[in-house]
C-alpha cells in the first residue's frame, strides 16, 4: 500500500479511549501517512473513502495497540536455559547467577536475534510500543544500533536504552555511557517516528557517585530522561544507605536524575517521603507485578502511590509479551497482599491504558494510546464476541477479563500492517526462529 493510500479498519466495536465517545459499536478508523486522519461508523467511512483498502475486523475489537514501558529483550534466550550453580536463593544470588552472567555472553548478533524474536512476539500480543533496558557488557558498542535494526525490521515502534553500570569495570562503564549518547544523537538524526532513545542506569546500588554525575551530564546534553531499576529489592536500598547515606529515590533526586521523562522501574520498597519525591517530579513509576512476584522481591505500593497522585505505569521486565496478561496480574496482586478482594480494580487499567498511553506520547511527539485523529495509527484487531453487553462503563472489565494476547488477530504500527490474520507479511518468522535456536544453543554452551 502506498504511504498517500488510505486505509480502513472496520466493522468492529471500536474502542477509541476519547471521552466524547469512547465506544462505537460498528466502528471504522481511516489511515494516511502513518496517522489516524477519523473515526467514525463503517458505513460512514467507506461511503468517505471509496476505493480504500479495507481490513475487515469481523465483529472483533478494534483498540489502541498496548504499550510497555518496562521491557527486556536480551533476557529472550534465557527460556529453557538450565542453570548451572544451585538455585538463586535470593535476588541478589538471581543477578549473579542468571542475568549478569547471561549479558556478558551476549554478542551483536545474538543481540539482534533475541530482539527480533521478542518483538515478533510482543506483536503478536498486541503490544505496539515498548521502552526497552538493554545491557550485553561483552558487545556494548553497537547494541543499540542492531536492536534498532530488529525494530526497523518488525515495525515496533521502540524506545531504546544501555543499562550504565560500574560492575564491570570503568572501561565497560564508559562505553556504556557512549553507546547511550550515539543512539540518542541517532534518533534525532533519523529516528522518525519509530525510534527514541532514553538515558539507561542499572541501579543505584551497581552505578557510583562519579559515573551518575556523568551520565547525568551526558543525559542533560541530549536532553534525555533516564530507564533505572528503582528499589527492586531491599538490598537496594540497603547497600544506598551504608554507602551514600541516602535512600534510592532521595540520590538520585540530588542527582538530578528524576523528571517527567524518567522511568523508575519497579519501586516495591520504597516509603512516602520517596513516593512524595516520585510524585513532585513527575517521574514515571513502572510496575512489573509478575516479576516482582517471581523474583520474590514484594509487592510495590503502587495502591498507595496513585492515591498520593505519582504517576504509576505498566510493565512486563520480560516476563510476557503479553500485556493483557500483566494488567490481569496487576489486578491480582494487591488482593492476594492485602487479604482485600474489592481493591485494584481501577489503578491497573489506568496504568496500562492511560499513564503508559501518556509518557509515550510525550516520547515520541504525537498522541499514542488513542484512536483519534491525529494520533499515531498503532491499532490492533482483536477476536472477541462478548457473552454480555459491551458498554462505555465496563469496556476495561470485558478486556481483564475476556481478552488474552492471542487473540490479537491484526496488529497496525504506524498504518504498517505489521500482522494480518496472525501472519506476518514480509517476512520469514520461521528462518528468525531457526536462526535464534542455533545461537541461544551456542551461548548456552558459553554461559
Not at 490481569?328 to 496504568?351: D, I
Not at 472477541?384 to 492471542?406: A, K, M, Q
Amino acid at each position: 500500500m502506498e504511504k498517500s493510500a488510505i486505509l480502513l479498519v472496520g466493522n468492529g466495536r471500536l474502542i477509541t479511549r476519547e471521552p466524547q465517545q469512547p465506544l462505537v459499536e460498528d466502528g471504522c478508523v481511516a489511515i494516511r501517512d502513518g496517522l489516524i486522519a477519523e473515526t467514525g461508523p463503517t458505513a460512514s467511512l467507506r461511503r468517505n473513502y471509496r476505493g480504500a483498502h479495507f481490513i475487515d475486523a469481523r465483529g472483533g475489537l478494534i483498540m489502541s495497540g498496548l504499550i510497555n514501558t518496562h521491557m527486556h529483550l536480551y533476557s529472550t534466550f534465557a527460556r529453557g536455559m538450565a542453570l548451572k550453580d544451585a538455585a538463586p536463593g535470593n535476588f541478589t544470588e538471581i543477578l549473579e547467577r542468571l542475568w549478569w552472567r547471561l549479558d556478558k555472553v551476549l554478542t551483536l548478533d545474538d543481540v539482534y536475534l533475541s530482539a527480533a524474536v521478542a518483538m515478533i512476539d510482543c506483536i503478536r500480543n498486541g503490544a505496539t510500543t515498548i521502552f526497552d533496558h538493554h545491557s550485553s557488557p561483552g558487545a556494548v558498542s553497537g547494541s543499540l544500533f542492531r536492536i534498532a535494526e530488529a525494530a526497523r525490521l518488525t515495525g515496533l515502534r521502540s524506545c531504546l536504552c544501555y543499562e550504565v553500570t560500574d560492575r564491570e569495570g570503568p572501561e565497560v562503564a564508559q562505553q556504556s555511557i557512549e553507546e547511550n549518547r550515539a543512539f540518542l544523537e541517532s534518533c534525532k538524526r533519523s529516528g522518525g517516528d519509530l525510534l527514541r532513545g532514553l538515558f539507561g542506569l542499572h541501579a543505584s546500588f551497581t552505578v557510583s557517585d562519579e559515573t551518575l554525575e556523568a551520565c547525568r551530564r551526558v543525559a542533560a546534553d541530549s536532553d534525555a530522561g533516564f530507564h533505572v531499576h528503582v528499589a527492586e529489592a531491599e538490598a537496594d536500598q540497603t547497600k544506598c544507605l551504608l554507602k551514600h547515606g541516602r535512600r534510592v529515590v532521595g540520590r538520585f533526586h540530588h542527582f538530578g536524575i528524576l523528571g517527567s521523562k524518567t522511568i523508575a522501574a519497579h519501586c516495591v520498597h520504597v516509603n512516602d517521603i520517596e513516593i512524595d519525591l516520585l510524585k513532585n517530579s513527575q517521574t514515571l513509576v513502572v510496575h512489573n507485578p509478575e516479576s516482582n512476584m517471581g523474583n520474590a522481591v514484594g509487592c510495590a505500593p503502587v495502591l498507595e502511590m496513585v492515591r498520593r497522585g505519582a504517576r504509576v505505569g505498566l510493565g512486563s521486565d520480560a516476563y510476557t509479551a503479553d500485556m493483557f496478561e500483566s494488567l490481569k496480574v496487576a489486578n491480582l496482586l494487591p488482593k492476594h497482599q492485602t487479604g482485600q478482594p474489592g481493591v485494584g480494580w481501577a489503578e491497573p487499567s489506568e496504568m496500562l491504558f492511560n499513564r503508559n498511553a501518556e509518557f509515550a506520547s510525550a516520547c515520541f511527539g504525537r498522541p499514542l494510546g488513542t484512536l483519534t485523529a491525529g494520533a499515531l495509527a498503532d491499532l490492533i484487531v482483536v477476536d472477541y464476541d462478548p457473552p454480555t453487553p459491551i458498554t462505555e462503563s465496563n469496556i476495561n472489565s470485558h478486556l481483564l477479563f475476556g481478552v488474552s494476547g492471542r487473540a490479537v488477530r491484526s496488529t497496525i504500527i504506524g498504518g504498517r500492517v505489521v500482522m494480518l490474520d496472525r501472519e506476518l507479511p514480509g517476512m520469514d518468522e520461521a528462518a528468525i526462529l531457526a536462526k535464534a535456536r542455533a545461537a541461544a544453543q551456542k551461548l548456552w554452551q558459553r554461559f
